[in-house]
C-alpha cells in the first residue's frame, strides 16, 4: 500500500487522487514535531478560569462521582448552610434537563445548568460561557457539579481549586479500585448516604483503605446528606477552602498595592 | 465515550499546526499515550478515524505508542514499573505506588505534504 496516501496501489511516479493535489510518491514528506499535551487547549481554558477566580477570590469546587450518589442533596444542603456567610453559586452538569439547578436555586443559590447533550463531561471552555450567565460568588465560593460519572471528568480541569468525589454506600466498596483515576485526582473524597449503613452491605473500613491505597493524600469524610450527620466537618472544610483563598487574594492584593506605592515614591522623587 | 472529545483535540491541534507550516496535507500522526492514561487506546483510534474524515488529516495514519508506567513505591522506594494505578510495589509488594510516569496523553509528531 502507499505509504503516504494508503490508496492501496505500489505505483510509483506523480498521479492524482481525482482532487487538485497530485503528489509524487517517491518523495518524502515532512515530518513536524509537536510534542503537545491533547488536553492542552483544555488546560489553557482552565487556566483562564483559575486566574479569574484567583482575582475574584472565589473558591471553587469541581464535585464529580456516579449518577445517584447523592451531589445534588449534598449541594442543596450546603448551599442552605453557607449561603447567608459568604456568596455561593453552582455550575451544573448534565446530559439533559434543568432539574438539578432547579433544586439548587430551590435551596437559595444562583445556578446555571450546561447541558451536556452527548457529552459525558464538563470542559473548562464551557464553564467560562456558564459563568458570563452566572453572578460571581466574589469572596465565596463556587461549586461544580459535574456529569454523573466517574471516568471522563478526572481529565478535564475545569479551573478549579479541588475536585471533591462523592461515593455513597449503596455502591460497591471498591470503586476507589476500579475508577482510580478519579480517585487519583481527588483532594477530598465525602462518604455519603451513611445514615443507609444498617441496611447494605457496605465494608467502610475496606472502602477507606481502597481509597487510601489508590490515593495516600486524599481526605476522607463520611456524612449523610439527607439527615445531616456529619455535614459540619464538610461544611468546615468548605469554610477552611474560602478564607485560603481569601487570604490569598489579599497578599497578591498588598503585593500589588507595594508596588504600585514604590513606583510613586520614583515618580515623586 | 471521551476519547471523542480527545479525538476532536487531536484533530485541532493537527490541522492548526498543519496550517501555520502551510502542509495541504497530513498523511502521518503518531501520538504517544501512556500506560496508566484515562484512554482506551482502541476507543481513540476508533474515534479518530470518524474524526479525521473531511479534514486535512483524512487518511492519514494513526500510530499510538504507548509509553511505559512507572512509579515510585512510597513503602520502600523503589523505582518500579507499574501496569495499573493501584497496583502493589513488585519489589515489597507495599503501598502506595506513586505513579512518576505513564499518565501522558501528546501528539508527538505528524507527517505533512
Redesign the interface.
Known amino acids: 500500500m502507499c505509504?503516504?496516501?494508503?490508496c492501496g496501489i505500489n505505483e510509483t511516479g506523480s498521479h492524482s487522487h481525482g482532487h487538485d493535489?497530485p503528489?509524487d510518491h517517491a518523495a518524502e514528506?515532512?515530518?513536524?514535531?509537536?510534542?503537545?499535551?491533547?488536553?492542552?487547549?483544555?488546560a489553557g481554558f482552565a487556566a483562564g478560569n483559575r486566574r479569574l477566580f484567583a482575582e475574584r477570590g472565589v473558591f471553587t469546587l469541581n464535585l464529580v462521582s456516579s449518577p445517584g450518589s447523592g451531589k445534588t442533596t449534598l449541594l442543596a444542603q450546603t448551599v442552605q448552610a453557607l449561603r447567608e456567610e459568604f456568596p455561593v453559586a453552582v455550575i451544573g452538569g448534565d446530559q439533559q434537563t434543568a432539574r438539578d439547578a432547579e433544586r439548587i436555586q430551590a435551596a437559595g443559590a444562583p445556578a446555571v445548568q450546561i447541558n451536556t447533550g452527548?457529552?459525558?463531561?464538563l470542559?473548562a471552555h464551557g464553564v467560562g460561557h456558564a459563568l458570563e450567565r452566572l453572578p460571581m460568588p466574589e469572596g465565596g465560593v463556587l461549586f461544580i457539579e459535574n456529569v454523573g460519572n466517574l471516568?471522563?471528568p478526572?481529565?478535564?480541569d475545569l479551573g478549579e481549586a479541588d475536585k471533591v468525589v462523592v461515593l455513597s454506600v449503596t455502591e460497591g466498596e471498591d470503586k476507589?479500585?476500579k475508577y482510580?483515576?478519579m480517585f487519583?485526582a481527588a483532594r477530598l473524597m465525602l462518604l455519603n448516604k451513611t445514615d443507609l449503613l444498617p441496611y447494605v452491605d457496605f465494608d467502610v473500613e475496606r472502602c477507606l483503605e481502597?481509597a487510601?491505597?489508590?490515593?495516600?493524600d486524599m481526605q476522607i469524610l463520611q456524612l449523610s446528606a439527607r439527615t445531616g450527620d456529619g455535614m459540619a466537618a464538610w461544611l468546615d472544610w468548605v469554610r477552611q477552602g474560602q478564607q485560603a483563598v481569601l487570604a490569598q487574594q489579599i497578599s497578591r492584593l498588598e503585593a500589588e498595592l507595594t508596588s504600585a506605592r514604590a513606583r510613586l515614591a520614583v515618580n515623586g522623587r | 465515550?471521551?476519547e471523542m472529545?480527545?479525538a476532536e483535540?487531536?484533530l485541532?491541534?493537527?490541522e492548526e499546526?498543519?496550517r501555520n507550516?502551510g502542509?495541504?496535507?497530513v498523511?502521518?500522526l503518531r501520538?504517544e499515550i501512556g500506560e496508566l492514561a484515562?484512554?482506551e487506546s482502541e476507543a481513540l483510534l476508533f474515534c479518530l478515524d470518524v474524526v479525521l474524515r473531511g479534514s486535512l488529516a483524512d487518511?492519514a495514519?494513526t500510530e499510538i505508542l504507548t509509553l511505559p508506567g512507572q512509579g515510585q513505591c512510597?513503602e520502600c522506594g523503589a523505582i518500579v514499573r507499574l501496569s495499573?494505578?493501584?497496583d502493589p510495589c513488585p519489589q515489597c509488594d507495599g503501598?502506595?505506588v506513586?505513579?512518576t510516569g505513564g499518565q501522558?496523553?501528546?501528539?508527538?509528531?505528524?507527517?505533512?505534504?
Not at chain 1, 3 to 6: D, F, Q, Y
Not at chain 1, 31 to 40: H, K, T, V, Y
Not at chain 2, 104 to 113: G, L, P
Open positions: 505509504a503516504t496516501c494508503g493535489h503528489h514528506g515532512r515530518l513536524i514535531s509537536i510534542e503537545r499535551d491533547i488536553l492542552a487547549k483544555n452527548k457529552g459525558c463531561h470542559d471516568v471522563c478526572a481529565d478535564f476507589p479500585l482510580a483515576n487519583a481502597y487510601r491505597r489508590v490515593n495516600p | 465515550m471521551h472529545a480527545l483535540s487531536i485541532n491541534i493537527v499546526t498543519a507550516r502542509a495541504i496535507r498523511t502521518g501520538l484515562n484512554v487518511g495514519q512510597l495499573a494505578l493501584y503501598y502506595p506513586r505513579p501522558e496523553m501528546r501528539v508527538k509528531d505528524i507527517q505533512v505534504e
